[in-house]
């Protein structure tokens, strides 16, 4: 049983065959197949996700329509790739069963030459559904809001504890079932059942067990004295904005809102969606 909660992925990926959602709105709404270094049965994994080009980094993403595969670093939400439900026209592949996940990607970092065998970095939110201490391994599924498809999805995961490693050598964590829990740690495989449904299979790396806490007022806060000392360890970003050509450009503020409907002002529908997402987890922590 799936439960409210996140789930993102960080990692060093090749973006591909960069698509306009909607040709007719323009090129700034688009979807890539995303490569990952992981196995997805004999094949590396692919994930379907959707970025939305804020308006200071056009041109800075003009390389990825002009170059078949780019090497960039990710921050994404992500969930299961649902088999039906999605425009037949953003499928690249065969069929939808060939991507793993689908997601919203909130951050493009371009690299060259990053070391793309890495792991992908998972992390994830969400309640227990099953644990077994003598194998070292424990289930969850949380669910959240994709865009794409504009509904919640679930993503299926696996965790499992390296009894080897030398982080867990006093002590070996297992949450139990029903536990809500925040975890980290490196997908290292997608195994699929029958009908081609994966399950995300994470080496844990780091994990906290999230309860209802007492805060304890610390009243006012003073605020620290600034000093105008420069460290030679403090890079000024105001002079790399103008002088560096090997930087790209830093967003100065908020991100300008477009006349689009499509620039993420979401349609009633969206926001009902989400809100029916809201009223879960506040069930749950009831």
Known sequence: MSSPGHVFVTGVVILADARPVDPQRGNRNVVFDVNFPVKDGKKRTLGLLRYFTPEERVGEMQKIWDNPFTEAFIIARIATMPQTGIPSELIAEEDAADYAFIGDIAEIIFTEGANIHRLPYIMATGATTAYDSVNL?????????????????????????????????????????????????????????????????????????????????????????????????????????????????????????????DSEDESEEDHKAKRTHTDEESKEKV
């Open 137 to 261: 391994t424990f289930s969850m599924v949380p669910s959240q809001y994709i865009n794409i498809p504009r509904t919640v999805l679930e993503f299926p995961i696996s965790c499992f504890i390296d009894a080897e490693s030398k982080k867990w050598k006093n002590k070996k964590p297992m949450p139990t079932t029903g536990s809500t829990i925040s975890i980290g740690g490196f997908l290292t495989k997608i195994k699929r059942d029958a009908d081609r449904q994966p399950t995300f299979e994470i080496e844990l790396d780091n994990i906290a067990y999230l309860g209802r806490q007492s805060v304890t007022s610390a009243g006012n806060i003073a605020n620290p004295s600034s000093s105008t000392t420069i460290s030679r360890n403090r890079f000024n970003y105001d002079d790399a904005l103008s002088s560096s050509p090997l930087l790209s450009p830093i967003a100065t503020g908020k991100r300008k809102q477009t006349e689009n409907k």
